[in-house]
Nanobody, 113 residues
Framework: QVQLVESGGGLVQPGGSLRLSCAAS????????MRWYRQGPGKEREFVAR???????NRADSVKGRFTISRDNAKNTVYLQMNSLKPEDTAVYYC???????WGKGTLVTVSS
């Protein structure tokens, strides 16, 4: 059974940083590209970042230069390092294994002073 468990969210001031983690199980993690999505209040879920099985990275224009995605295949975990956070980054953040229709419960990030 595929499981994705996001963690690391919280309340942070504008300009601050957070690192999100997503622990995966139930599939061969190293074989899959992993993605982060987010859904802000009253908004649709949107793509944030992707890392391929080989480590190639894509990011949404809105987070380029601020967010970095990485993975640790030994720990079956994907990370999202978020720097220079803005109020518009407030959202529930979800991870997903590409081509697997399974989602975790997400972790809430609130950027506010």
């Amino acid at each position: 059974q595929v499981q994705l468990v996001e963690s690391g969210g919280g309340l942070v001031q504008p300009g601050g940083s957070l690192r999100l983690s997503c622990a995966a199980s139930g599939f061969t993690f190293s074989n899959y590209a992993m993605r982060w999505y987010r859904q802000g209040p009253g908004k649709e879920r949107e793509f944030v970042a992707r890392i391929s099985s080989l480590g190639n990275i894509n990011r949404a224009d809105s987070v380029k230069g601020r967010f970095t995605i990485s993975r640790d295949n030994a720990k079956n975990t994907v990370y999202l390092q978020m720097n220079s956070l803005k109020p518009e980054d407030t959202a529930v953040y979800y991870c997903n294994a590409e081509a697997i229709n399974s989602w975790g419960k997400g972790t809430l990030v609130t950027v506010s002073s």
